[in-house]
């Protein structure tokens, strides 16, 4: 491409433009891919403690929930064992009665039992028309 000027019409040579370099961004990327692996490799090793110690979290967790367990189950039998004595102490205490077997039973009461009519059974009921008390429906 030539210049011209004004003045003297005299073509003056141009200065011709660097070529550039395909790679110039080249080390940039590096750069930052280095750094963006460097962070996700801290992400991971963090990750994993992070993961151990939840498990050692859980493991500590369960372990007391076993104890706890185990206590209960330890109280609620001395409390069983408690009420037993104190159902035994009140028997042993109690003046012995008579029982309902040694009693003579009354002629007319022995066969009520064989009168009585066993009540008849409700007729199932449709689960489509059973509807919530409690909630309004409004069709339009």
């Not at 990750?47 to 104890?67: A, E, H, P």
């Not at 009168?115 to 199932?124: I, M, N, S, T, W």
């Amino acid at each position: 491409m030539l210049n011209w000027t004004s003045e003297n019409l005299v073509p003056m040579p141009s200065v011709s433009p660097k070529p550039k370099s395909k790679h110039s961004m080249l080390p940039v990327f590096v750069a930052l891919f280095l750094i963006s692996y460097g962070l996700m490799a801290v992400l991971v090793v963090e990750q994993g403690r992070t993961i151990d110690n939840q498990r050692s979290l859980i493991r500590s967790l369960f372990s007391d929930s076993t104890q706890l367990s185990q206590l209960k189950g330890k109280a609620s039998q001395k409390q069983r064992a408690e009420a037993q004595a104190q159902a035994d102490a009140r028997a042993h205490s109690q003046v012995q009665t008579p029982s309902a077997q040694d009693k003579p039973q009354d002629p007319g009461k022995k066969n009520s039992g064989k009168l009585r009519k066993p009540v008849p059974q409700r007729p199932p009921t449709d689960a489509t028309s059973l509807e919530d008390e409690r909630r309004i429906v409004v069709r339009i």
